[in-house]
Antibody
Framework: EVQLVESGGGLVKAGGSLRLSCAAS????????MDWVRQAPGKGLEWLSS????????YYADSVKGRFTISRDNAENSLYLHLNSLRAEDTAVYFC?????????????WGQGTLVTVSS | DIQMTQSPSSLSASVGDRVTITCRAS??????LNWYQQKPGKAPKVLIY???SFESGVPSRFSGSGSGTDFTLTISSLQPEDFASYYC?????????FGQGTNLEIK
């Protein structure tokens, strides 16, 4: 069974940094595009970043470009999101999500999320 | 960046009702449009991709249509388990933006 398990969330002060991790299992991680999506409390979904299977292609939302860095370790079946220069508005549940292995882009599997709280 | 606008933002309906949610893109995205359902405290799940293709296991009462800039998600006969939030997402080009969501509530 596909599993995505996020970790690394917590309480951090504004201006601080955090690294989120996502442990993947139940599928051939190295062949899939992987994404991060967040959801602020009581708000909608916000797509943040995507990384191709070989890390050759990386994309970011404007809201996090230059502050967040996505990366992956295919040998460890792990996805990461480095969060820098954190702001109060970055408070959210952060979801690790699986994109396609090929063809049409859609997110077909999600983790349960990890909560990041930024205190001002 | 492509902006996605959903309407309505909230909707009250009854079991058995037919419901339609609309999503509009700020530019043409062909059929690169996905629909997700999210229940409180849970991760989203994909219902429809490529505007009108069913994800495996999704009940046939859900359907999607549209192309270009205007898209709809229709639930033909609401069931109790359908009361949730719904989001569209464009997959035409990154950043793969979501609509702001539609909260479907029981009347």
């Amino acid at each position: 069974e596909v599993q995505l398990v996020e970790s690394g969330g917590g309480l951090v002060k504004a201006g601080g940094s955090l690294r989120l991790s996502c442990a993947a299992s139940g599928f051939t991680f190295s062949t899939y595009i992987m994404d991060w999506v967040r959801q602020a409390p009581g708000k909608g979904l916000e797509w943040l970043s995507s990384i191709s299977s070989s890390s050759a292609y990386i994309y970011y939302a404007d809201s996090v470009k230059g502050r967040f860095t996505i990366s992956r370790d295919n040998a460890e079946n792990s996805l990461y999101l480095h969060l820098n220069s954190l702001r109060a508005e970055d408070t959210a549940v952060y979801f690790c999500a699986r994109g396609p292995s090929s063809g049409y882009y859609k997110i077909d599997w999600w983790g349960q999320g990890t909560l990041v709280t930024v205190s001002s | 960046d492509i902006q996605m606008t959903q309407s309505p933002s909230s909707l009250s309906a009854s079991v058995g009702d037919r419901v339609t949610i609309t999503c509009r893109a700020s530019q043409s995205i062909s059929n690169y449009l996905n629909w997700y359902q999210q229940k409180p405290g849970k991760a989203p799940k994909v219902l429809i991709y490529a505007a009108s293709s069913f994800e495996s296991g999704v009940p046939s009462r859900f359907s999607g249509s549209g192309s270009g800039t205007d898209f709809t998600l229709t639930i033909s006969s609401l069931q109790p388990e359908d009361f949730a939030s719904y989001y569209c997402q464009q997959s035409y080009s990154p950043p793969y933006t979501f609509g702001q969501g539609t909260n479907l509530e029981i009347k």
